[in-house]
């Protein structure tokens, strides 16, 4: 009986998946931390100016923060509020596109894995 109630707590505690998202515009696997994700956070949110420029300093720089913010619902929210990042701004980041933040909805929805 323990043993029950552990496999569904664990399951019940997993990270969404896409079909939970409802995006069948994502495929499973093609979004990639190293290749997709820092490149966009870098882009969105380095400044090349020191702390306190750009998005949050330097904790949006380890995937185990993005991942904690990910899991709270906070990285998501302000990409889609568009209050990440912030623009208009005086360091030269632009408004995300569409598809840089669709890059960011299937990462999520796939697990937000660190590959």
Do not use: R
């Not at 090349?48 to 998501?76: M, Q, R």
């Amino acid at each position: 009986m323990i043993s029950a109630t552990i496999v569904i707590f664990a399951s019940c505690n997993k990270d969404k998946t896409l079909a939970d998202c409802n995006k069948p515009e994502c495929t499973p696997g093609s979004v990639s931390y190293e290749n997709d994700i820092v490149p966009l956070i870098q882009g969105s949110c380095s400044t090349g100016l020191g702390p306190l420029t750009g998005c949050h300093d330097a904790w949006i720089f380890e995937y185990n923060n993005v991942k904690t913010s990910v899991d709270n619902g906070v990285f998501l929210s302000v990409i889609l509020d568009k209050s990440m990042p912030k623009t208009p701004n005086s360091f030269g980041i632009d408004t995300l596109t569409q598809e840089q933040i669709q890059l960011f909805e299937c990462w999520i929805c796939d697990g937000a894995l660190e590959n």
